[in-house]
């Protein structure tokens, strides 16, 4: 049975550590690590501040293992009248659904977890609805009157951000004429398609600050006014799973735009091995993308539910719906067809 075993691991160690280390499980969970590391250390120096300073030294880079620590060892905390069912697996299954997302992003030349066979970014976004729902059954489950308000804000938010952002993403479809992440990807090698779809492009990077709820869209878990939203009644291993959730659907959604708009893995040949030079490029336009984000984050104040609501559907709709236009009539001139 041992014999079996090593040979089973020989035959099958690339698809393993695809899955398990990168860029799967351990990628996922070191970028959380890094993000909130990065995010608290970065705000920090633009506020003129030092940051985490006591668990690792001056850069900090023990804190966020500290704080793991701490939360996994702390007592999980069950409201009395909630539904204990959907309470657990809701903090379960919400790091679930963006980590499958992340499953169909091409990282470099046949470097992904699943090839879905040219329907990729289709099996994406279907991923992707489920997010929301789980979001609101946290949110209902606890049963506490925050938690209730978070999770319908939690809805409309999703309304108002998530459809400009599908419709923004079939104009890439359209101008690729393609489903497929990976050929989208190949079909910029001459020109990144945020260029012809810079209208697309500002409609999908406001609706990704909705989705994922980042300020000025952190509505749900508004702390002024919710506590914490649907995360409040959360304890322990439980919450840090929900902090967990937040910044793996960061790196899903960023991952997208940095794929639909910004070449995903293409750039200059730096390194020989087409795999190392794609992983290079595509980390770092995702670090300079969540720079970015967290740029924002500290520069707006959060907006009311009924202006990013208006905002949503008064805006980003139109404008979406507008760049689809205007990518059919300008593919149709330059191509002689809408696909091709």
Partial sequence: ????????????????????VFPGLSFVLGFVIFAVWYQRKYLARLMI????????????????????????????????????????FASIMLPVIPAAMIALIPFAPGLVIYNASGLSLLIFFAISTLF????????????NKFTIIGAFRNIYLDIAGEIPVFLSSVGVMVWAGTYDLNEIVLRQQGMWFVIPQFLGFIV????????????????????????????????????????????????????LMITLYFGGYNGPTIFADPVVNGVFWLILKLL??????????????????????????????????????????????????VWG
Wanted: aromatic letters at 12%; glycine letters at 6%; a neutral charge.
């Fill in 1 to 20: 049975m041992f014999n079996e075993l090593i040979s089973f691991l020989n035959e099958n160690f690339q698809t393993l550590f695809i899955i398990s």
């Fill in 49 to 88: 501040r030092m940051g985490p300073v006591h668990c690792g030294g001056r850069l900090g880079w023990l804190q966020l293992i500290a704080d793991a620590l701490k939360l996994i060892t702390k007592e999980l905390i069950f409201p009395k009248a909630a539904n204990k069912f959907l309470f657990v």
């Fill in 288 to 337: 300079v993308a969540i720079t970015i984000i967290f740029t924002i984050m500290i520069s707006y104040a959060r907006l009311r539910i009924d202006q990013a609501v208006r905002m949503g559907w008064n805006y980003l709709l139109p404008l979406s719906i507008l760049n689809l236009l205007l990518t059919l009539v300008l593919k149709y001139l330059l191509v002689g067809g």
């Fill in 132 to 143: 929301p729902v789980i979001g609101v059954i946290r949110g209902w489950a606890a049963n």
């Fill in 204 to 255: 999908f990077f406001l609706g990704l600050l909705a989705m994922v709820e980042k300020v000025p869209f952190d509505i749900p878990t508004a702390e002024t006014e919710l506590i914490y939203g649907p995360n409040t009644e959360y304890s322990g291993a439980m919450f840090l799973n929900m902090m967990e959730a937040d910044y793996v659907n960061l790196l899903a959604w960023t991952l």
